[in-house]
Structures are given as structure tokens and as C-alpha cells.
């Protein structure tokens, strides 16, 4: 992260300076007060004010997003490397390197909790509202794929026996691709049970009087 002390007579004009001088608005950077005195001159006719400040730019939150996830990475032994796509709404992170599978966990499960960390890292002090989607290697595309299918196997089984089938617990992400998949479906409908981390998808018989 860039910065850069200044001194001058006040803070505003220390500001000021710092401001030109890091060619960025006043929202960009976090302000610092590294020292501040002030002292009377000569017989006491003359007052000597001096502040230093230290001006930093602010990470935005992909910036903060990916560097929080190199330093997990790290801590846990995982030699890999992190790209980043900004996207409207969300962040992309997606992991590349060898034998990540540990990073993935049974059905994505470690996937999902380093994930939640992440975001839950980033948000704390940030204003920026994107989510932070974290991917393995294209794991969460062949997930996709296989729960789209998954979905639409279980809907056939549904309407063939014409009762409910209830899946096992996924993430809020994984139940809206299962939601999404049969949404127009003729036959069945879908919705969602239990509290997390255990809430649960449901594909049901569509009936009269469903909506």
C-alpha cells in the first residue's frame, strides 16, 4: 500500500500536500497522526505549530480480499497462486497450484468455510457491499454442473413416485443453483429447510394448490 509523510503547519495543510501528492480524494486514504507539536517562539510573541501525518491509500475490498487470502494460504502450507476477477456484485479469487484438494474438503466444505472467513475479514471495516466468491481450480463449475444434473435427476424421481425428496445440506450458493435449475419446472417445486450449516434443499411434487 502506497503512503507518504508530510509536515506542515496544520493538519488540513498537511492533508493537503499529501493528498496532491498521492494524486487521490480524501475518502482513498486513511490519515494518520504520526506527531504533533506546538511551542511558543522568542518572549512568547511567536506560537511554532508542526504536524506530521502519514497518508495511506486504501485497499479496496478485492485488493484486501486477495491479499487476507495469500496470507491464509500460507499459514496453511499451501504454495498456490491467487487470481483475482472483478465482476458486478462480487469478487472472483480463484486458486491455482497442485494438490489443493485439502482446500476443497468433502462436497466443498472447506471451500465454503474459507470463503466465509474471507468475507467475513473483508466486510468488518469495509463500506464496499460485493461479495467474495472463492474457487479451486474450476471446482465450483464442475460443482455446478453436477448439482444442475443432480437437480433435475431427482425432479424426474419426484414427479415419477410423486413425493418429496429431501438433499443433503448444502450452501446457501449450491441450494440457489438446485432453486434456479427447476424454478420453471411443471412438475415440482423447491425450497429450503432447516438452519444452517445443516439447512437442506427440497424438491416436491407440484400439486393444484402450490404457487
Known sequence: ??????????????????????????????????????????????????????????????????????????????????????????????????????????????????????????HRDSDEQDRVIIDVAGYRKRREENLTRLALSIAERVKKKGREEILNPMSPQERRIIHLTLQNSKDVITHSEGEDPYRRGVIAPKTNNSN
Not at 19 to 32: A, F, G, P, R
Not at 90 to 118: E, F, S
Open 1 to 122: 500500500m502506497k503512503s507518504v509523510e508530510v509536515v506542515a503547519k496544520t493538519k488540513e495543510e498537511a492533508l493537503e500536500l499529501a493528498l496532491k501528492e498521492l494524486e487521490v480524494e480524501e475518502s482513498k486514504v486513511k490519515i494518520e497522526v504520526v506527531e504533533e507539536t506546538s511551542s511558543k517562539g522568542f518572549l512568547g510573541l511567536l506560537s511554532v505549530n508542526r504536524v506530521k501525518i502519514r497518508a495511506t491509500i486504501k485497499e479496496d475490498l478485492a485488493q484486501t480480499a486477495g491479499r487476507f487470502l495469500r496470507e491464509i494460504l500460507v499459514n496453511m502450507g499451501v504454495f498456490a497462486q491467487v487470481e483475482m476477477f472483478k465482476r458486478p456484485g462480487y469478487v472472483m479469487l480463484n486458486i491455482n497450484g497442485d494438490d489443493l484438494g485439502k482446500l476443497i474438503g468433502r462436497h466443498g466444505q472447506t471451500l465454503n468455510a474459507l470463503q466465509y472467513l474471507v468475507n467475513l475479514a473483508v
